[in-house]
């Protein structure tokens, strides 16, 4: 069974940039069957989808993100990241990285000075 875990800093400060890994275990990131995605679930809202990087290394964004958000890979950790660049108040959220139908348990993030 495939299995996700998020980790990264809880606290960041505003216009900083904020790193997040998502170590998977059994599957594989090149695995073209996954398909795998960051989504963030802000206090009080909805699951917001922020983007995804596929078996080949292609990657997709949200269009409303797209202009602060990368993800990208390392292959030999079998690991997924998502970087968000100066980040505001308005990132505060859980972070989820996902496979297809498998999720992470999430990583609570706050943006504060």
């Known amino acids: 069974q495939v299995q996700l875990q998020e980790s990264g800093p809880g606290l960041v400060k505003p216009s900083q940039t904020l790193s997040l890994t998502c170590t998977v275990s059994?599957?594989?990131?090149?695995?073209?069957?996954?398909?795998w995605s960051w989504i963030r679930q802000p206090p009080g809202k909805g699951l917001e989808w922020i983007g995804a990087?596929?078996?080949?290394?292609?990657?997709e964004y949200s269009p409303s993100l797209k202009s602060h958000t990368s993800i990208f890979r390392d292959t030999s950790k079998n690991q997924f990241s998502l970087q968000l660049i100066s980040v505001t108040p308005e990132d505060r959220a859980v972070y989820y990285c996902?496979?297809?139908?498998?999720w992470g348990q999430g990583t609570q993030v706050t943006v504060s000075s």
């Open positions: 996902t496979g297809c139908d498998y």
């Open positions: 059994g599957g594989g990131i090149t695995d073209s069957v996954y398909y």
């Open positions: 990087i596929r078996s080949d290394g292609s990657t």
